[in-house]
C-alpha cells in the first residue's frame, strides 16, 4: 500500500478554480482578467511563491464564500477524463489518496467526495470568513496558505511508502525536490509548465499514461 497525492487545479480539474472563482466577478474587466491570470501562472512556474500568488490575488479581487460554494458544486464538469476511474481503482486497491492544493477547501470538497475522497484527506487553503461570506482574510496559522511543502511536512509521518505527488505545478515537484515525497510526476494534460517538465523524472501527457506510471511506483 502507498499513498497517491493529486494536485487539484489542472491535475484533478481541467482549470484553475481560484482563478474561475475571481474571474467571475471581474469577467468584464478584461485586464484584471490578465492580471490574475498572469499571477497564479508566474506562482504555478516558481517564479513567485505561493503565499504571495496567493496574496495578491486576493488583494486583486476579494472572492465571497457563496462564490466558492458555487464553484464547488458544478466543478464536477471540469474533472479530467479518466481520473474517476483511476482514483476508485487505487482506493480499491488500498492505497492512500489526498489532494494537496492551494486552491480553496470549499471549492475542492464537493469534487472530492464524489470522487471517493474523504474530507480529511483534502489538504488545502482555508481562508477566514466573517459571518456575511464575506473574506476576512489569510489564516496566519494555516500553513497550506503558506506552501505546500510546509503543509506537508506536517502531516508526512502519516502517509505510508511510498508517496508519489501528481501534479502540473512548481510547487508539486518542490514536494519531491524537498525531499517530503519519495516521487513526483509531472501532469502535463492540461498545463505543460517548462520549468516543471524540464525537472521531472516523469511526465503523464493522461490519465492513461499516469496509469501505467502509478502501476510501476506502488
Known sequence: MGCVIFDFDSTLISVESLDEILSSKVQSNQELTSRLRSITDRGMSGDLPFSESLRLR?????????????FGNRA????TDGMPGLIAGLVRAGHDVWIMSGGLFEAIEPVALKLGIPSSHIAAVRLQWNSDGSLSGIDPRDPFAV????????????????????????????LYEQGVVQYFIAFAQHQARPSVVSRAAQLAHNTDELRLMLEALI
Do not use: N
Open 58 to 70: 486576493l488583494e486583486l479581487v476579494r472572492p465571497v464564500l457563496e462564490d466558492v460554494r458555487a
Open 76 to 79: 464536477h464538469q471540469y474533472v
Open 147 to 174: 506552501s505546500k511543502v510546509m503543509g506537508a511536512r506536517k502531516l508526512a509521518a502519516s502517509w505510508p511508502d511510498p508517496v508519489v505527488m501528481i501534479g502540473d505545478g512548481a510547487t508539486d515537484l518542490d
